[in-house]
């Protein structure tokens, strides 16, 4: 267990410092959207985007994700999705499509109960920005 500790400490104290709003992130985040999201989603991420119409399926409202999760954001499936871990039928396969894109320095998301969950920088990055365009009712 023992050489196991700093990687467990690094771990833990970057999911925790990725709690904090941190504007750069923010701002990454919906730039990464406009670039490679915004085409389906919709620029208002409400899953109205000028190529939703060819898809098998139509993209879900981004804004509302906390709200279809009870409340409260979906940090570990949201980024799942996106990685590719959990690939969506609708996008006809594996998502990010856009392959290496997404594969950049590490980044850690904490979910709710505090658990880290492990990504690329700039699926955190995106992943900051979503929970900041959450809606209620």
């Known amino acids: 267990m023992r050489p196991f500790l700093p990687i467990i400490l690094f771990i833990a104290g970057a999911?925790?410092?990725?709690?904090?709003?941190?504007?750069?992130?923010?701002?990454?985040?919906?730039?990464?959207?406009?670039?490679?999201?915004?085409?389906?989603?919709?620029?208002?991420?409400?899953?109205?985007?000028?190529?939703?119409?060819?898809?098998?399926?139509?993209?879900?409202?981004l804004t509302r994700l906390s709200e279809r999760?009870?409340?409260?954001?979906?940090?570990?499936?949201?980024?799942?999705q996106i990685d590719g871990r959990a690939p969506l039928p609708g996008h006809g396969g594996e998502m990010p499509i856009f392959g290496p894109v997404f594969d950049s320095d590490f980044g850690a998301l904490s979910t709710q109960s505090g658990q880290?969950?492990?990504?690329?920088?700039?699926?955190?990055?995106?992943?900051h920005w979503l929970e900041t365009i959450q809606v209620s009712g």
């Open 15 to 61: 999911a925790q410092a990725q709690e904090v709003e941190d504007p750069l992130s923010i701002r990454a985040g919906h730039d990464l959207y406009m670039v490679f999201c915004q085409s389906c989603h919709g620029a208002e991420a409400r899953g109205d985007g000028p190529f939703a119409e060819v898809l098998k399926e139509a993209p879900p409202d």
């Open 116 to 127: 880290p969950v492990l990504t690329s920088q700039s699926i955190t990055d995106l992943i």
């Open 69 to 80: 999760n009870g409340g409260n954001f979906p940090v570990a499936r949201a980024t799942r």
